[in-house]
């Protein structure tokens, strides 16, 4: 069974704390995604990756920043958390290419910011 | 400004009736159109898609149909269950690597 893997369920920190959010996927897939989920605005794409080290940033970069060492990880960064971060992240991988539309996701991290 | 929009936050049905989730979509470039399913505490699913050189699709007890010339995708779920109570967020999938979701409706089913 496929699977992406995010590493916390839940996660409180303080404003302007550094974050690390790690997510692993076993299928092999060359691009990930982090997004992250509000009440009434839906999934909104954050960062993705399509190969190691490559990086591309989505619709709503501004805070953030991603890490991608090795094809299975793809990490997220808040270099200074701050209270409007407050939010669900998921993590999602897909197959190879820019036109692999099925996304595979994770649980999900609920992060607060306080 | 949202591009693809789910204008009803929710949608209650009785058990074994239709369940028919609406989603309306702005740019007639897209032509990739997916459901995904979210129960709480897991991430979302994917549960059926179509291609705008269909106007329908079915799997089961789920059926897509797009109507390209209103900008516009609905689910149907039938018969509902109540193991079908989550979250379905309708999304247009625009090629390079970008999918653009709406904001959900939360489907309950009542047995």
């Known amino acids: 069974d496929v699977k992406v893997t995010q590493s916390s369920r839940y996660l409180v920190k303080r404003t302007g704390e550094k974050v690390f959010l790690e997510c692993v996927q076993d299928?092999?897939?060359?691009?990930m995604f982090w997004y992250r989920q509000d009440p009434g605005l839906g999934l909104r794409l954050i960062y993705f990756?399509?190969?190691?080290?490559?990086?591309e940033k989505g619709d709503i970069p501004e805070g953030y920043s991603v890490s991608r060492e090795k094809k299975e990880r793809f990490s997220l960064i808040l270099e200074s958390a701050s209270t409007n971060q407050t939010s669900m992240y998921l993590c999602?991988?897909?197959?190879?290419?820019?036109?692999?539309?099925?996304?595979?996701f994770g649980s999900g991290t609920q992060l607060s910011v306080l | 400004d949202q591009q693809v929009k789910q204008n009803s936050p929710s949608l209650s049905v009785q058990e074994g009736r239709i369940s028919i989730l609406n989603c309306d979509y702005t740019?007639?470039?897209?032509?990739?159109f997916l459901w995904y399913k979210k129960y709480p505490a897991e991430g979302p699913t994917f549960l059926i898609s179509?291609?705008?050189?269909?106007d329908k699709n079915e799997d089961g007890r789920f059926t897509v149909f797009l109507n390209k010339s209103a900008k516009h995708l609905s689910l149907h779920i039938v018969p509902s269950q109540p193991g079908d109570s989550a979250v379905y967020f309708c999304?247009?999938?625009?090629?390079?690597?970008?999918?653009?979701f709406g904001a959900g409706t939360r489907l309950f089913v009542k047995a």
């Open positions: 179509i291609s705008s050189i269909k």
């Open positions: 999304a247009a999938f625009t090629g390079g690597f970008k999918t653009i």
């Open positions: 999602a991988s897909s197959g190879q290419g820019a036109t692999e539309e099925k996304l595979f």
């Open positions: 740019n007639s470039m897209f032509d990739y």
């Open positions: 299928m092999d897939h060359e691009n």
């Open positions: 990756s399509y190969d190691v080290k490559m990086k």
